[in-house]
């Protein structure tokens, strides 16, 4: 399941845009130097670490691909309800795997949309999916297991029914070993 990561390093051109975080430029610079690559750009993408420079034409048959495969790490995601605007939420992951392995989470929001007032998208709307709102990790599996319990803020202007949450074990190399979403916080 693809995740969206806005990076912030066009904010400085005069539009900010509002779902971007340094955290998530940080995390694009790390797959960027795993995977070689010479420069950052966007839309950058990255299937199970590494990066799809004809995205559109690949992505779909990579996605088969790993899919065949039998996962290496197995995810149970307990979600509880919503309640004003937060849901718990319960991720636990194992791997019988030795490698240096972490645990990651993502509260997702979907169909949101933006107002560009500069740059080169100046007066185009952009609608999104898949938006990442709130990034927990990397959380270390230790012994082959990780957890994490937290109650998750939703941003006022959500909407529940956009929302998901979905986790995943990369190694530090950036393969993916499992993935998995819920897709809805309703």
């Not at 975080?21 to 950052?40: C, G, I």
């Not at 420079?53 to 979600?79: C, D, F, K, V, Y």
């Amino acid at each position: 399941m693809p995740l969206s990561l806005h990076v912030d390093y066009w904010n400085h051109i005069g539009w900010e845009d509002p779902f971007s975080r340094p955290l998530f430029t940080q995390r694009q610079r790390w797959l960027s130097d795993l995977a070689a690559s010479r420069t950052v750009y966007t839309p950058e993408v990255f299937v199970g670490g590494r990066e799809l420079r004809n995205w559109r034409g690949e992505t779909a048959a990579m996605l088969r691909r790993i899919n065949a495969q039998p996962a290496r790490a197995s995810i149970e995601i307990t979600l509880g309800s919503v309640a004003g605007h937060h849901v718990p939420v319960a991720v636990k992951a194992n791997s019988p795997l030795p490698a240096n392995l972490s645990l990651y989470v993502a509260l997702y929001e979907n169909k949101l949309s933006s107002d560009v007032s500069r740059g080169e998208n100046s007066g185009v709307r952009l609608h999104h999916d898949r938006v990442v709102r709130e990034w927990i990790g990397p959380v270390a599996l230790t012994r082959g297991s990780a957890a994490v319990t937290k109650v998750l803020d939703l941003p006022l202007s959500s909407r529940p029914d956009q929302m998901g949450v979905a986790a995943f074990v990369q190694s530090d190399q950036g393969e993916v070993l499992q993935a998995l979403a819920l897709p809805a916080c309703s």
